[in-house]
């Protein structure tokens, strides 16, 4: 079972920065082995991709967030992190993170096997 945490959510104007955490609990399996990812909900849409830090050490964006967001990783801390930089009021949306037990697959939500509550993030203009 993998149990994640996301924490970092909260409120700021367009333009500031943000980071997000996701802690990881695995049972059976080491931390370094999964592909992590971040997806977001904004009021009234789907699910979408934002980011993937591959088993393998590749990072994945989606366009809208290139060049402003960075995923990184610490695997000694079991930890997934997304640094958010230059907000708009477009990235306002409830931040998922999401883990897949294999190598990437995909940004579609249906390749990541666990997910977290989430934590919001609203961007004011």
């Known amino acids: 079972q993998v149990q994640l945490v996301e924490s970092g959510g909260g409120l700021v104007q367009a333009g500031g920065s943000l980071r997000l955490s996701c802690s990881c609990e695995a049972s059976g399996r080491t931390f370094s082995t999964y592909t992590m990812a971040w997806f977001r909900q904004g009021p009234g849409k789907e699910r979408e991709f934002v980011a993937a830090?591959?088993?393998?050490?590749?990072?994945y964006y989606a366009d809208s967030v290139k060049g402003r967001f960075t995923i990184s990783r610490d695997n000694a801390k079991n930890t997934v992190y997304l640094q958010m930089s230059s907000l708009k009021f477009a990235d306002t949306a409830v931040y998922y993170c999401?883990?897949?037990?294999?190598?990437?697959?995909?940004?579609?939500?249906?390749?990541?096997?666990?997910w977290g509550q989430g934590t919001q993030v609203t961007v004011s203009s």
């Open positions: 999401a883990a897949d037990e294999g190598s990437y697959r995909g940004s579609h939500s249906s390749s990541y096997d666990y």
């Open positions: 830090f591959s088993r393998r050490g590749n990072t």
